[in-house]
């Protein structure tokens, strides 16, 4: 091997594999939680800060991005940083649900534990390569949100229907995708990102089935 050759991290033992997948899940589980306490952090707040809000997490996202592999602990700080962030920028939607309609937050939080348990169980199992399919599923995120501008401003009979289903389905490759990333990660020190992406599949699947469960309600 050259100088100049980068080198190519061992493919993880079995035990190694077992100790990502552990690790990865339990950063989501307490991203989750950080998500939590920001909401109910932000319950009596006004949506005036939501944008900032909003953007504060995304700068802790591309943040924890360089962090990783120079500073675990930083890497971990700016992952509870973001899902604390997002929290705070969700707590008047979740606020609102919670006094209009307490039953779609269940039902979309029960809804989206399955989804993601199934679609995580098969990404995770399958041995297809997957990787030529996330540029697709990126595109079809582009293009998605461009429909929920044009929603903004055009009336489209049961468009947020249409917006809430399409979404599911792209994210159902996303979680296929972001799953089976886990499995072949070669480099346990990735755990923090992993999470990341795992949490907003999970956090974008609860707000899509919330849409479809308010509106049934």
């Known amino acids: 091997m050259s100088a100049t050759t980068p080198a190519v991290p061992a493919q993880l033992s079995r035990d190694e594999s077992g100790a990502l997948f552990g690790q990865t899940m339990g950063l989501v589980a307490l991203t989750a939680g950080f998500f939590a306490l920001g909401a109910y952090a932000g319950r009596d707040m006004t949506g005036g800060w939501v944008g900032l809000l909003y953007l504060a997490a995304f700068g802790a996202l591309l943040a924890m991005n360089v962090a990783v592999g120079r500073s675990e602990g930083l890497a971990l700080a700016l992952l509870f940083a973001f899902g604390f962030l997002f929290g705070l920028a969700l707590a008047p939607t979740i606020g609102y649900y919670a006094g209009a309609d307490p039953q779609a937050l269940w039902q979309a939080g029960g809804a989206t534990a399955l989804f993601i348990a199934g679609f995580g169980a098969a990404g995770y199992a399958t041995r297809r390569d997957l990787s030529a399919f996330a540029r697709v599923f990126f595109w079809a995120l582009v293009a998605l949100i461009v429909f929920g501008i044009v929603l903004i401003f055009v009336h489209i009979p049961n468009g947020e229907l249409i917006y809430a289903i399409a979404g ?50």
């Open 168 to 217: 599911l389905a792209i994210f159902a490759g996303l979680t296929l995708f972001d799953f089976q990333r886990l499995r072949r990660s070669r480099d346990i020190r990735t755990a923090p990102l992993l999470a990341a992406s795992i949490f907003l599949d999970v956090l974008n699947v609860f707000l899509l089935f919330l849409s479809i469960f308010g509106r049934e309600n």
